[in-house]
């Protein structure tokens, strides 16, 4: 009976190390997403509440129209509330997708070529109905 008890023991220790490892990979890559998307909603939320505090130390109300991304950058360089404002709706847009390249990479330099190509395959669906969200 002890000769069989050994094989299994060493099966369910490498069951175990493995599952381990897996866990902490997952945690790795659930800390990365959560670091991106954390930074992606400060900057974002920053850049409103400034465009917002800007509009309200000049006397002016706040904009009712988005900011063009050709002008975005001209206005940003004085910065104006309106594009400041848009610069954080935008920043708040992009930043799930900035996540999926982030994991998406990090997975393609895990040796995870199955999942990085479905993070891929996801971030190109973004992408398509962004394009075709502006036909």
Known sequence: MKETAEPLRVALDRVEALRQSVTAAQASLKQLYSLILAAGFAVALSSMVLGIAIAAAEGTPLPREVVGLGDLGSQLSIPTPGALITLGVLVLVVTPAAALVG??????????WWAALLAGIALANVALGAVLGHV
């Open 103 to 112: 994991s998406a990479v990090w997975l393609a330099r895990s040796g995870e």
